[in-house]
């Protein structure tokens, strides 16, 4: 016995039926297909959501409100964050440096939550009026950054 007596048991192996050989094949005329219809012709295929004719479920849910596309995601910060980290002088680029904020996106946002009891120096995109006012009763200092532009953000990708 050698590797080229080897074959495989007897009934594993099946040949192919063909279908669409004609009418002695015994799969004949319609090809297993029936007569008519969507499913009978070539090319056919399911619209993605199809329910057999039913209304599917995407047209019979309301479509409310509305996406804007130009929205700006701001890294937000309060000030009760600004108070536990240790320094005085905040940067976006330093924040994102100690791990507080993962991703800038538009720029950086102070809000006003928590409490401020010592001298800050903070640099940021936007601030909210409550987050000023506290930053300039603890005796700090918050400078504006100048917003991107669309041509500045597409240099830098």
Request: no cysteine; glycine share 16%.
């Amino acid at each position: 016995m050698n590797l080229s007596n080897l074959r495989p048991p007897k009934g594993q192996k099946h040949k192919k039926q063909r279908i669409g050989q004609g009418m002695g094949t015994g799969r004949g005329k319609y090809s297993g297909r029936g007569a008519k219809g969507a499913k009978s012709i070539s090319g056919y295929s399911k619209m993605r959501g199809f329910e057999g004719g039913q209304m599917p479920l995407h047209r019979r849910l309301p479509k409310r409100g509305f996406t804007n596309i130009f929205k700006k995601e701001y890294a937000i910060l309060n000030v009760g964050a600004l108070e536990k980290l240790e320094g005085d002088n905040f940067t976006p680029e330093s924040l994102v440096a100690k791990g507080v904020i993962k991703k800038l996106g538009h720029g950086l946002k102070i809000l006003g939550n928590g409490e401020l009891t010592r001298k800050v120096t903070v640099q940021a995109h936007v601030y909210s009026k409550s987050a000023l006012d506290k930053i300039q009763k603890a005796g700090g200092s918050a400078n504006v950054i100048a917003a991107k532009t669309a041509g500045e953000t597409q240099a830098e990708k």
